[in-house]
Nanobody
Framework: QVQLVESGGGLVQPGGSLRLSCAAS????????MAWYRQAPGKQRELLAA???????NYADSVKGRFTISRDNAKMTVYLQMNSLKPEDTAVYYC??????????WGQGTQVTVSS
């Protein structure tokens, strides 16, 4: 079992930046593929960014060039740096940890609101 705790959400003006953090509880964190998703009201949860255990990166087109995912295995934490935020980025942001098809864990989510 892996427990994930997101932090760093909040209210930011358009064009601003936020950095989300996701702290994991398990010492085997480094072997998990990690990802950030978001879900806006009335919409499906969407994958934003992923980083594999080997460090391979993948981004959704909607955030490419604005968001950066990174991980610190020593701190068992994955980050999402979000720049040039837009009102349409408003959503609940979720951290995900996956190890093969069997082990898939979610955090509780953190609200990000982009508004003037």
């Amino acid at each position: 079992q892996v427990q994930l705790v997101e932090s760093g959400g909040g209210l930011v003006q358009p064009g601003g930046s936020l950095r989300l953090s996701c702290a994991a509880s398990r010492s085997a964190f480094s072997i998990y593929d990690m990802a950030w998703y978001r879900q806006a009201p009335g919409k499906q949860r969407e994958l934003l960014a992923a980083i594999t255990s080997g460090g391979r990166l993948n981004y959704a087109d909607s955030v490419k060039g604005r968001f950066t995912i990174s991980r610190d295995n020593a701190k068992m934490t994955v980050y999402l740096q979000m720049n040039s935020l837009k009102p349409e980025d408003t959503a609940v942001y979720y951290c995900n940890a996956q190890l093969g098809p069997r082990y898939n864990y979610w955090g509780q989510g953190t609200q990000v609101t982009v508004s003037s």
